[in-house]
């Protein structure tokens, strides 16, 4: 991709590409492993053993098996977004609303994604920026819905030509 097809060159679109109630399915999907599970809960010092502890979940919990961490969830839902989205044209994240996790994710499920342009509105301060309101949306293979959020980025408006 080049800024030929009106893209950012890599990859990202810029605010002005944005339609408010447009739906972007996400090409990337993602089967989630132990590994990620230890690993994110072990780096973010989450002892959790609804995370970490197999015995323990198959012994104590309703789920009988280690759940994916929440947090580890939210950032791969995000991160997938990206390169149908934003790589290259985010300014910065300006913060994340009604984050719901409405059903559970384990490791070995397979999850894709969905963002919905909620809102866009010009920066009062930057003539050269401008917020998107995502809402970004995470899937089990079986397409129940496990993860929801709102996200407000501060992106770039498209430079002028010269």
């Excluded at 339609?19 to 959790?48: C, K």
């Excluded at 300006?94 to 866009?120: H, Q, W, Y």
């Amino acid at each position: 991709m080049n800024e030929d097809d009106g893209r950012h060159w890599r990859g990202g679109l810029y605010f002005e590409d944005f339609e408010v109630g447009a739906m972007i399915r996400h090409r990337l999907t993602r089967t989630v492993t132990q590994m990620d599970n230890m690993l994110f809960s072990n780096m973010t010092l989450n002892p959790q053993p609804l995370h970490i502890d197999a015995h323990f979940c198959a012994t104590e919990t309703e789920w009988g098996k280690p759940l994916m961490n929440s947090l580890f969830t939210l950032g791969l839902m995000i991160g997938i977004s990206v390169n149908d989205t934003t790589v290259g044209t985010t300014i910065a994240n300006l913060g994340m609303s009604d984050v719901r996790f409405p059903a559970p994710l384990f490791e070995g499920d397979t999850v894709n994604c969905t963002t919905e342009i909620a809102a866009k509105r010009a920066s009062t301060s930057r003539p050269d920026a401008g917020i998107i309101d995502f809402i970004h949306r995470t899937y089990r293979q079986d397409g129940v819905l496990v993860a929801e959020c709102r996200r407000q980025a501060f992106m770039r408006k498209r430079p002028a030509k010269g």
